[in-house]
């Protein structure tokens, strides 16, 4: 895993390659968002998600580099426990303390 701070220095880079991602919305949340992008200096709705997709992702690298999680996951793999086991339990704490 990347450390925040290389992972900070890499979405600075303004030409990093893309991939086009579908998603299925409600169109009254797609309205919403038209009219939010404006307000947040974005010029389409899809660039206020991608905003709004950066940001939620920033926060929650935050909380994964806070020094308690870092000692813990790394105790946790230490012992032996599976990647997998780890990233499901990390997710069920995320969401429970959202």
């Known amino acids: 895993m990347r450390s925040l701070s290389e992972k900070m220095v890499r979405r600075r880079q303004r030409n990093r390659p893309r991939t086009t991602v579908s998603l299925r919305l409600p169109v009254d949340i797609v309205e919403d ?3 939010m992008a404006p307000v947040w200096g974005c ?15 920033r926060n929650d690298e935050a909380k994964m580099e806070e020094p308690e999680v870092r000692v813990l996951l790394e105790s946790l793999k230490r012992d032996g426990v ?17």
């Open 33 to 35: 968002l038209t009219e």
């Open 43 to 57: 010029g389409s709705f899809e660039a206020l998600i991608r905003l709004y997709i950066s940001e939620g992702l």
């Open 82 to 98: 599976a990647d997998e086991v780890i990233a499901e339990r990390l997710a069920e704490t995320m969401q429970r303390s959202a």
